[in-house]
């Protein structure tokens, strides 16, 4: 009777056991955790500079803003530089010797020419319409900026020739002095007297001598 009772007793504290191992073993067994919460559900959950993507807060990629590309991205007479609309000039200094500043914008300067100037009879001081006409060829030398400068002096065929050539070195002079006065390098300038050798009119009436008596500049 002992052992029957003993056994039952092994058998009951067994099944305890087991009982207790496999009621362990399912508590111990975690379920898989939730899915964290989302940052954010849209941007205005976010700080500044930042958006809501896939529930995260990620700060903004912002291409830079450029005001122009090309010239006709910019009003009026301004010009696309660096990606900013400027005036491509303000004065005549901002632009290249043979350029002009109009309207903002640098302008080729029209071809300029240089013109003779003419002498009154047996004289080698310059009228004023010479002078006028000197001072529209200094700007025209600075302009076109030669490497040199000859300035011919001539007579007509009245008076000896040794005469006419001082007189026509005189005439060259005068006015290659004008014409560093308003800013000409003296270095660039020569002059030569061909007295009444080189005459542009053959004739032997005022008219003719009018026009042979003359200064010339000539470019190199």
């Avoid at 009879?121 to 529209?136: G, I, M, V």
């Amino acid at each position: 009777m002992k052992r029957r009772m003993r056994a039952s007793a092994i058998s009951v504290l067994a099944g305890l056991i087991l009982f207790s191992v496999l009621a362990f073993s399912l508590i111990g067994c975690d379920e898989e955790p939730p899915p964290p919460l989302p940052e954010c559900e849209d941007t205005l959950d976010c700080p500044d500079e930042h958006v809501c993507t896939g529930g995260k807060c990620i700060k903004k990629v912002t291409k830079p803003k450029y005001e122009c590309v090309q010239d006709d991205d910019c009003p009026g007479n301004k010009i696309c530089q660096d990606n900013k609309c400027k005036y491509e000039c303000e004065a005549d200094s901002d632009c290249a010797s043979n350029e002009t500043c109009e309207g903002y914008r640098c302008t080729k300067k029209p071809e300029c020419n240089v013109v003779t100037v003419n002498f009154d009879f047996n004289e080698y001081y310059l009228t004023s319409e010479a002078q006028r006409s000197l001072r529209a060829n200094a700007e025209c030398l600075k302009q076109k900026n030669p490497a040199q400068i000859v300035i011919e002096g001539h007579c007509d065929e009245r008076g000896s020739i040794q005469y006419n050539l001082s007189l026509g070195q005189k005439r060259a002079q005068a006015v290659r002095d004008f014409l560093v006065d308003m800013g000409i390098e003296k270095s660039k300038v020569k002059v030569i007297s061909y007295g009444e050798e080189r005459p542009v009119d053959y004739g032997h009436d005022e008219d003719a001598w009018a026009k042979n008596r003359r200064g010339e500049t000539v470019l190199k």
